[in-house]
């Protein structure tokens, strides 16, 4: 079955740090994985998708970066973390069954 | 483009009583229509979906959804609330055909507080 890990679960950074966050899936090859961010409050905001290794495409301008070095490996950077990049961040991907299955989520605070 | 929009940020029902959530979707043709629900601190859970078939959807949790097209409306309800139906609730769509990414279009949110 399809699985989707996300790492940390939690992370408290400053503001200025950088940012790795990880997103692996099992069970499936070549999946389009999508990158999520829930501010308080707001609903979910795309920030990137990408269909295949090293095809990223961004859908807001920000302080954010992903990579997809390997085909099941989706990764959310940041050089400098701001305060508004704190939220929780999904990852998310396609199923052939048509919907989108999501990992459980990265709660991200910058101090 | 696709919008999605979810009236109510926030519901509140008492035990018992039905649950109706409101979702409209905006698209030149009808989508594939999605309804998440998310618990604190978790990610997304599909409750239900509809492709193509049948207009109600029947899903998890007793949950369903009716597609009405004429109305742009895919509304979610459940008879009966129950206490561990408080969560935030997603509708999604996403467009029949395949481009690349696939991209969903959520809608806000609907956060549903469930009075004993």
């Known amino acids: 079955s399809q699985t989707i890990h996300q790492w940390p679960a939690t992370l408290v950074q400053p503001v200025g740090s950088p940012l790795s966050l990880e997103c692996t899936v099992e069970g499936t090859s070549n999946p389009n994985l999508y990158w999520y961010r829930q501010a308080a409050g707001r609903g979910l905001q795309l920030l990137f998708y990408s269909v295949g290794i090293g095809q990223i495409s961004s859908e807001v301008p920000q302080n954010l970066s992903a990579s997809r070095p390997q085909d099941r490996q989706f990764i959310l950077s940041s050089k400098k973390l701001l305060l508004s990049d704190s939220g929780f961040y999904l990852c998310?991907?396609?199923?052939?069954?048509?919907?989108?299955?999501f990992g459980p989520g990265t709660r991200l605070t910058v101090l | 483009a696709q919008s999605v929009t979810q009236l109510g940020s926030h519901v509140s029902v008492s035990e018992g009583a039905l649950v109706l959530l409101r979702c409209n979707y905006s698209s030149s043709v009808p989508p594939y229509l999605f309804w998440y629900v998310q618990y604190p601190n978790q990610g997304l859970q599909l409750l239900l979906k509809?492709?193509?078939?049948?207009?109600l959807v029947k899903g998890i949790n007793g949950f369903e959804a009716e597609f009405k097209k004429s109305e742009t409306s895919f509304h979610l309800t459940k008879p009966s609330a129950h206490m561990s139906d408080a969560a935030e609730y997603f509708c999604a769509v996403r467009p029949l055909i395949k481009a690349a990414g696939n991209k969903l279009t959520f809608g806000g949110g609907t956060r549903v507080l469930v009075k004993p």
């Open positions: 509809y492709t193509t078939g049948a207009t």
């Open positions: 998310g991907m396609d199923r052939p069954s048509s919907e989108q299955f």
